[in-house]
């Protein structure tokens, strides 16, 4: 495709003005972030991600009154994410990265701590399955402990701690 083309657009609706008119360079503004600390938030969702063998926890902040970083945006509303690795087969025979145990016992272990300052069953993966199938933990009120850490370059939230409120 020309140029030419690009701009006045093709047969088959290919083209920038179909786009509209931008500048990336002067309109970028990176997503505001969540100061280091302990919020309150609810849990919205919960989902398996059989690929990655974890479950996945999406919270909702909400009764914070804090500023996110721009010091325009309120954190109340941020959604962020966290995950419990799941044993996966052969995880056995690895060992964790402290030497001290197999990757399958840390994952259990976690798991284990988690679900008791969650104050919930997570069990086995039948139970998990069914909580999440009939959205037992959605609406759980929970705190949070919110750090700024640095990953492929980029600079981004992440939750740390997770306990029922």
Do not use: H
Request: overall charge negative.
């Amino acid at each position: 495709m020309s140029e030419d083309n690009f701009y006045e657009g093709t047969e088959n609706g290919n083209g920038a003005a179909a786009f509209g008119d931008f500048d990336v360079a002067q309109e970028f503004k990176a997503d505001p972030l969540i100061p280091n600390g302990k919020y309150r938030a609810t849990v919205k969702s919960v989902k398996a991600d059989t690929k990655a063998c974890c479950i996945v926890w999406g919270v909702v902040l909400n009764d914070n009154e804090v500023m996110a970083s721009d010091g325009n945006s309120p954190v109340d509303g941020m959604e962020l994410w966290s995950r419990n690795w799941l044993p996966r087969p052969g995880d056995e025979n690895e060992f964790s990265k402290n030497g001290k145990t197999t990757k399958r016992q840390s994952k259990i272990n976690m798991l284990k701590k988690f679900a008791e300052k969650m104050r919930i069953n997570m069990n086995s993966p039948q139970i998990i399955a069914q909580a999440i199938t009939e959205g037992e933990w959605i609406g759980m009120e929970v705190l949070i402990d919110v750090t700024m850490s640095e990953w492929k370059g980029e600079v981004r939230n992440e939750i740390n701690n997770m306990t029922a409120a």
